[in-house]
């Protein structure tokens, strides 16, 4: 592992991270950057693993055909509901569980129906 300080790159305003070449690169929260040779798994990923990829994909390509509206009458809702999170979080974490008895709490808190959550 190598960690360096501030790169000619992050200069130029170029954030580095994730894998490239063999080398996996993050920043930790001082702003040092830390290079190390990716791993790879030893084993495929399991038929669980991939049921949950997959469905996380969806939640995510579902998000995207949200119009802005509904994307943030979910991010008002976290809000009202002082979670720790965003809306975006709150919907994956909805399509995941279907929590329905969790979301309509939320939505109570939040002083918003359900019906414009989930329809």
Known sequence: MV???KTLW?????????????????HRRDGTLVVFPATRPKEPASPDQIKTRNRIRIA????REYSQAQRDLWNLAASRA????NGYIL????????????LETIARQARIP?????N
């Open 60 to 63: 995510g390509l579902t998000w």
């Open 114 to 118: 359900i019906e414009d959550l989930i």
């Open 82 to 85: 002082h979670l720790r999170f």
């Open 10 to 26: 992050s200069w130029l305003g170029y954030v580095i991270h994730g894998d490239l070449a063999g080398m996996t690169a993050y």
């Open 91 to 102: 919907f994956c974490n909805w399509l995941m569980t279907a929590d329905r008895l969790t």
């Open 3 to 5: 960690r360096l300080g």
